[in-house]
């Protein structure tokens, strides 16, 4: 019987054995510790962008309080200013719930007249309208800046250097004033040679029942400064009162507590002169406002049974307002120039230049064919005059090819292409809303004041359409409304 023979294993095979096992784990090993690195980067990663993400909540939700602290600030859906929260220096404080335990925001809220959206802090910190825990601003804001941190996020070690995130946006306020800030009211000076230039102004602190007088005008004044309303009121713009009179020819005017009485209405009548409204309110009375003493430094203002002479016609400013005037009336309101209209220069339909001019004012029905233009829809013409009362002048353009900016009126003419025009209302986008255009694609517009002597108020003229308030027309006081805008983040900033 024979018996297998052993196979010997050779040393050489044992020894490539070890070697491909150091071989693998040479390879294997820098491999899983790269991958492990990886996961344990990445891992860092989502807990980095999830704490950011969760910082970045918590701000948007101090945005979102203070939005709405801001809006509950009001009464019967009108806005109450002294329930406005004064957060400048103690901001408004709050935390998110307890999906994110810790978290917290800290919400500043500064008020301003202009736009704060894109200005320095320098800027910001000085004009920032001071406001009092309890009363408010004393004047009503246009803007309030938000400015809201987060704090919380529980970052710590590796995490350290990540910022709580911070966010900002403006709050653009819902006025129904917002280009009726208030203007002087001064004597007519443009052909009048004679006019001493004088305002009216309270004669003491304004409150109720203080008198006016002829002053040396002082721009911004709180005594100076008044807005002429729809309601044909005179408004004491930083004391909230009405110009009033007893009724009696000769005695003071005097500024009262708004009642809505026909003894605080005032009507610009076509010659210039403010006229006191009948007993009813449905016309005006033979009345006017005039000066005891005629351009006296300190005269009372007073009744007068003068409405014939230089003497008592007025030329309110134009950021007093329109008054009553406007599309309604078949006027054009100029957003430039908020108390100035459309006007036929001295009445002549045949001046080099039409002009802007203090908008007439009826109780009644306007019949002022110098300052109503009438739209014709069938041949684009704007035709001077109202139904009652029509003249044969159009609304016409100068010609692209000549020197002259300057519109003015000639005989209508329905194949005219210099007399077509064509106005947009609103259209949904501010820069081509309340515009009217010509035939050439120039936009109606406020232009300078011409050359000619003694003249004050700016002439009309057309010019490339650029959407600035100088080419608006019959625009409503407020062109944005209510919203949250210049929203950014300043995490760093």
């Not at 406005?84 to 008020?111: D, H, I, K, Q």
């Not at 400064?225 to 003071?252: E, F, N, Q």
């Not at 134009?318 to 009553?324: A, D, E, H, I, V």
């Amino acid at each position: 019987m024979t018996l297998p023979r052993r196979v010997r294993r050779r040393a050489r095979d044992e020894g490539m054995a070890l070697i491909a096992v150091v071989a693998t784990l040479v390879l294997v090993v820098p491999l899983s510790l790269a991958a492990l690195a990886i996961v344990v980067q990445r891992q860092k990663g989502v807990v980095y962008d999830r704490s950011r993400t969760f910082t970045a909540h918590a701000a948007e939700a101090g945005l979102d309080g203070a939005t709405a602290a801001l809006r509950a600030a009001s009464s019967g859906g009108a806005g109450v200013r002294t329930q406005l929260p004064c957060a400048g220096t103690t901001p408004l404080t709050g935390s998110v719930g307890t999906e994110a335990p810790g978290l917290r925001y800290s919400v500043r809220v500064r008020y301003y007249l202009l736009n704060p959206a894109g200005r320095t802090e320098a800027w910001r910190s000085a004009n920032q309208m001071p406001c009092t825990p309890g009363q408010g601003v004393q004047q009503t804001p246009s803007f309030a800046l938000l400015e809201s941190a987060a704090s919380g996020s529980q970052t710590a070690g590796s995490y350290a250097a990540l910022h709580e995130r911070s966010l900002e946006s403006v709050y653009r306020f819902d006025i129904d004033n917002e280009n009726v800030g208030g203007g002087l009211v001064r004597t007519r000076a443009q052909n009048n040679a004679g006019a001493v230039d004088l305002c009216w102004a309270a004669s003491g602190t304004p409150t109720a029942g203080v008198d006016v007088r002829m002053a040396a005008c002082e721009d911004g004044s709180p005594q100076q400064m008044l807005a002429y309303r729809a309601d044909h009121t005179m408004y004491l713009v930083g004391a909230g009162l009405c110009l009033a009179t007893t009724g009696a020819t000769g005695s003071p005017l005097t500024f009262e507590r708004c009642d809505g009485s026909p003894r605080q209405v005032w009507v610009y009548d076509t010659s210039d002169h403010l006229r006191a409204a009948n007993a009813t309110a449905t016309d005006v009375s033979g009345a006017c406002i005039g000066m005891q003493d005629a351009y006296v430094d300190g005269t009372p203002v007073v009744l007068s049974p003068d409405c014939g002479s230089s003497v008592t016609q007025w030329s309110p400013e134009s950021r007093t307002g329109p008054g009553g005037a406007g599309e309604a009336q078949l006027q054009l309101v100029n957003f430039a120039e908020f108390a100035r209209c459309f006007d036929v220069t001295d009445y002549n339909f045949g001046s080099y230049f039409m002009q802007l001019h203090p908008c007439k004012q009826s109780l009644t029905a306007l019949d002022w064919p110098a300052q109503q233009l009438t739209y014709v829809t069938a041949t684009g013409q704007y035709r001077l005059g109202n139904p009652g009362d029509m003249t044969n002048w159009c609304l016409t353009a100068p010609d692209p090819a000549g020197g002259s900016e300057y519109v003015t009126t000639t005989t209508c003419d329905a194949s005219a292409a210099l007399q077509r025009w064509s106005g947009t209302g609103d259209t949904g986008s501010y820069d081509t809303s309340y515009t009217i255009v010509d035939s050439a694609g120039r936009c109606l517009a406020e232009g300078p004041v011409p050359p000619d002597p003694n003249r004050t108020f700016a002439a009309i003229v057309v010019a490339p359409c650029d959407a600035s308030t100088a080419q608006k027309w019959n625009a409503p006081p407020e062109l944005v409304h209510a919203g949250v805008e210049g929203f950014q983040e300043t995490t760093g900033g």
